[in-house]
């Protein structure tokens, strides 16, 4: 399942969905899909921040509107059953949206519900969402976690350089293995913890309870954009980066199985720091599909230069 999103035109864009059998050039069957063919007062909106996610018996898509200003609107959530994708035929859709929060983020691994996530830094709060397979409703709650600061995302390179100039606290990283549920985003720097770093919350999915608060964070330098999801034998495992005492760093992590500590270790590391202190967060973590003890992580680094000319994206096994 491959979802591609394209450029807005007179600020109207659309998403495509493309599903193959086999993932070669050939084989492929797609859907369009645009931000009015969900409610046709949505023309005149685009879409952004889109991710994916499998239920048992549903793909979900999460993504934000924004108007031609680039202002945000709204976030919606769409889901398409699993077993019509293999069909070129057009397909049954449900969709829920939001004008609460925005840049909705999925726990891999979820089952028979879908859980989906968003933050709040003023009042401290992870706002989390349920949707059940087998429901048209979606259950909501705002659970208290720990707090985080939403701003000074202050890091430097080796010779100075910024790279989170554009780094903010939206969640990039959900997980739902065993009884448990996690989520985790950047925070900005806090008393005692001079660095940006990776702010986690692991929650008990049946009574929403907060197990553990494992953050990834380091007096030597930054960690960022964090992505996530399980392997098959239900530990969690992390795509993220790191940067302070070297130029962007790709990095993978795993967490204890007690829920309370990351270990992590370098990928590869980046020649040069990114034109304009800019770095994004296009980072992905998923299960491994033949070995149960392993994940893919999916990230880039800047080889030779400083421009998207020099990006090496990245593709790395590990296991725990």
Known sequence: MWLLQYQPVRGENILRLAVSDRGDP???????????????????????????????KHLYLSVNLFDIRGIWRRAVVIRWPRRELRRSAPLRRMHWSTTETG???????????????????????????????DDERVQSWRLPVAGWNPTSYDSAGPAGERWLERCDDRITGGWAAGDRLGFAWTSGILPGRPHPFVRCVVLDEQGLGLVAE????????????????PNRRGRVGMSVMFAGPTHPAHAVATLA????????????????????????DYLTCRPHVRRPTAWRAMGYLLDGGSDRRNVEPRVVTFTA
């Not at 964070?217 to 964090?226: F, K, L, Q, R, T």
């Not at 990351?262 to 990928?267: E, G, I, P």
Request: glycine share 8%; charged share 15%.
């Open 103 to 133: 840049s909705l983020r999925f726990a891999q691994g979820s089952t028979d519900t879908m859980w989906f996530a968003s933050n709040d830094a003023r009042t401290s709060q992870l706002l989390l969402f349920a949707w059940p397979d």
């Open 257 to 280: 199985e007690d829920q309370s500590t990351w270990q992590s270790a370098l990928s590869g590391v980046s020649t040069d720091p990114p034109r304009g202190g800019v770095w994004g």
């Open 26 to 56: 050939s084989g492929w069957h797609w859907w369009d899909i645009a931000p009015a063919d969900l409610d046709p007062a949505w023309g005149g909106l685009w879409f952004d921040y889109p991710d994916l996610a499998l239920s048992d």
């Open 214 to 229: 494992p953050d990834l964070w380091s007096v030597n330098g930054a960690w960022a954009y964090p992505a996530t999801a």
